[in-house]
Nanobody
Framework: QVQLVESGGGLVQPGGSLRLSCSASGTIFSIYAMGWYRQAPGKQRELVGVIVSGGNTNYADSVKGRFTISRDNAKNTVYLQMNSLKPEDTAVYYC???????????????WGQGTQVTVSS
């Protein structure tokens, strides 16, 4: 099966930076897209950024110009570089990947456990 391992979360001051990483492992046949979502207390989970297999990216308006998503296909890993962090960026960040495992199972979404990002003075 598939496992997603996230790292890089923590506490940072406003204006600071963090880099999140997420590595997928298991019986993976092909990864079509990888992305990051976040959920703050009392709010719905929202898309932060996504990158597809061809390299195209998309971001939420609230993070454009500050966050950058990238991936290392050889390592099945996606990164989220977060700069100029604001208190409103505080949330649990979840890695998501849309992939196909080996065998007859159709492509599906898989989620990481989430990593806490706190931006505070």
């Amino acid at each position: 099966q598939v496992q997603l391992v996230e790292s890089g979360g923590g506490l940072v001051q406003p204006g600071g930076s963090l880099r999140l990483s997420c590595s997928a492992s298991g019986t993976i046949f092909s990864i079509y897209a990888m992305g990051w979502y976040r959920q703050a207390p009392g709010k719905q989970r929202e898309l932060v950024g996504v990158i597809v297999s061809g390299g195209n990216t998309n971001y939420a308006d609230s993070v454009k110009g500050r966050f950058t998503i990238s991936r290392d296909n050889a390592k099945n890993t996606v990164y989220l570089q977060m700069n100029s962090l604001k208190p409103e960026d505080t949330a649990v960040y979840y890695c998501n990947t849309y992939l196909k495992i080996t065998g007859a199972t159709p492509p599906a979404n898989y989620w990481g456990q989430g990593t806490q990002v706190t931006v505070s003075s």
